[in-house]
């Protein structure tokens, strides 16, 4: 049972370019969060989305960030025009639900993707 | 709102010795609480969590917590330190009913020395 798998694990690109991080969740997990760390510090939750929904973006920069999750295919996180301090480590997590689960809703991390701009 | 304070950004111990790694959070509503552990290059994995019931939480590799209301912590602990420990530790809170959005603190690095 494959955990959560992102892709690519390193991507580096020069200012201006785009960056594509995808990321498939668990077997069974229908919700999927994305969280970014930048150095020396902790990760910062970006954006929740279930399947082809967007649930809360709050912590998405308001521009050159978009997450998808379609209905088939992994979910992508598209950072466009690219610039040095988007230099981090992004995570992706999924979870069997979401905010109206009862209970502790525990996520599952992938290894994250370091992107690297130049 | 809520946030995480993790007291330490670096801790080192010898061997065989307690692991102390100290969390404070501020939650407007009861918490849910977890620590994660990261190791280099790799995701993070989940050692323990405390959502409702028993404050003493244990979870995996030996290491647990108590959760205090009165004095606001989650401090995680292990009696005796092993080599395999070291790694990055993360405690994170959630507001009950919203335990999507995670609150991380900014980690403890341990290092464990012989």
């Known amino acids: 049972n494959a955990g959560v798998m992102q892709n690519p694990r390193h991507l580096v690109r020069r200012r201006g370019q785009e960056a594509r991080l995808r990321c498939s969740p668990m077997?069974?997990?229908?919700?999927v969060y994305w969280y970014r760390q930048l150095p020396e510090e902790g990760l910062k939750f970006m954006v929740y989305l279930q399947k082809e929904n967007i649930i809360d973006e709050s912590g998405m920069p308001k521009e050159r960030f978009s997450a998808e999750f379609p209905k088939e295919g992994p979910s992508i996180l598209r950072i466009q025009q690219v610039v040095r301090g988007d230099s981090a480590a992004y995570f992706c997590?999924?979870?069997?639900?979401?905010?109206?689960?009862?209970?502790?809703?525990?996520?599952?991390f992938g290894a994250g993707s370091r992107l690297t701009v130049l | 709102a809520q946030s995480v304070t993790q007291l330490g950004s670096h801790v080192s111990v010898s061997e065989g010795a307690l692991v102390l790694l100290r969390c404070n959070y501020s939650?407007?509503?009861?918490?849910?609480l977890f620590w994660y552990v990261q190791y280099p290059n790799q995701g993070l994995q989940l050692l323990l969590k405390?959502?409702?019931?028993?404050?003493l939480v244990k979870g995996i590799n030996g290491f647990e917590a108590e959760f205090k209301k009165s004095e606001t912590s989650f401090h995680l602990t292990k009696p005796s330190a092993h080599m395999s420990d070291a790694a990055e530790y993360f405690c994170?809170?959630?507001?009950?009913?919203?335990?999507?959005?995670?609150?991380f603190g900014t980690g403890t690095r341990l290092q464990v020395t012989l």
């Open positions: 405390y959502t409702t019931g028993a404050t």
């Open positions: 077997k069974g997990h229908s919700h």
């Open positions: 997590a999924s979870s069997v639900g979401g905010r109206r689960s009862s209970g502790a809703n525990v996520l599952t």
């Open positions: 994170a809170v959630s507001e009950t009913g919203t335990a999507s959005k995670l609150t």
């Open positions: 939650s407007s509503v009861p918490p849910y």
